[in-house]
């Protein structure tokens, strides 16, 4: 059987099974796409945007969810304080409750799921479903091209910077000159990525030009997305730009101690060199023809 044939199957036995064919989703009378709105809200009070990305919906569909919830008397939508411009979401004290139910109702129907397996069986079956989800994910979060001074960008480099500061032996300070380099990582000479999955940065890097060669600068990966080879397809993407830029050459470069990315640029294809920069962190120093 192919890999997409069992992948379809999967799907459809799994909606099956967990009642998304039905109207009424564990009976509460509203189908599965209002009850997963209800629960993000729920979850965390929030933009209608930054709903919008979390779930992935287009707006026309979001705004038919939340007038159905909002006629339940289960939301209020108003003005963000914050911003005006916004409309925030959250949910009611009925829609509390509802939410509460929510909760017990789909704890249920997990245990009715698992109730049958042994011990052992639900162990393979949460590892199975753990390794699934987080290679459902990385195969479908977008990689898009962003402002390097942008909210999204910035969340992501500053967990970058944490990472570094907790695994270098001597800690990590950043360059107070690195904000010069934001020009370089933007059109017509440079690009930054990231990849958001859940309203939350969880990859990103950038390519600019250096002394005649693409360099791929600032690569990261969230820590609990790593092995989902989200950093190898980062890096074919990032190459993809440079390509684009005009360039047949990249460099990056990388310290002693980020021996996971040592592992992906020797997979990737890319030769060890001379150091070419007088970045003080960098001890490894690679080279890639495009």
């Known amino acids: 059987m192919s890999d997409t044939a069992v992948l379809r199957r999967f799907n459809r036995s799994y909606t099956q099974r967990i009642g998304a064919l039905e109207d009424s989703f564990l009976g509460t009378g509203r189908p599965l796409g209002e009850n997963r709105l209800l629960f993000e809200i729920g979850a965390s009070p929030a933009t209608t945007q930054e709903l919008r990305e979390r779930l992935g919906l287009d707006s026309g569909y979001l705004s038919r969810l939340l007038r159905a919830l909002e006629a339940d008397g289960l939301v209020e939508v108003s003005p963000d304080p914050a911003d005006r411009r916004r409309r925030l979401v959250r949910l009611t004290s009925a829609g509390a409750k ?132 989200l950093g190898s397809r980062l890096l074919r993407h990032l190459e993809s730009l440079a390509r684009g830029l005009g360039h047949t050459t990249v460099r990056l470069d990388t310290n002693e101690t980020l021996l996971d990315a040592i592992a992906m640029y020797d997979r990737a294809g890319y030769d060890r060199v001379d150091r070419y920069n007088d970045n003080p962190y960098a001890t490894h120093f690679f080279q890639k023809q495009l």
């Open 98 to 229: 509802t939410w509460e139910e929510l909760e017990r109702l789909s704890e249920q129907r997990a245990l009715r799921l698992l109730e049958p397996l042994t011990a052992r069986q639900r162990v393979r079956l949460t590892e199975a479903l753990g390794v699934a989800d987080l290679l459902v994910r990385a195969a479908t979060v977008s990689l898009e091209t962003v402002d390097p001074t942008s909210a999204y960008a910035r969340e992501a480099m500053d967990r970058y910077y944490a990472e570094l500061d907790e695994r270098f032996p001597h800690g990590f300070v950043p360059d107070p000159h690195t904000d010069d380099d934001d020009a370089s990582l933007r059109a017509p000479v440079g690009a930054f990525v990231v990849a958001v999955s859940d309203g939350r940065p969880v990859a990103g890097g950038g390519v600019r030009d250096y002394g005649h060669a693409a360099e791929i600068k600032r690569m990261w990966v969230d820590g609990g997305w790593r092995g989902a080879g």
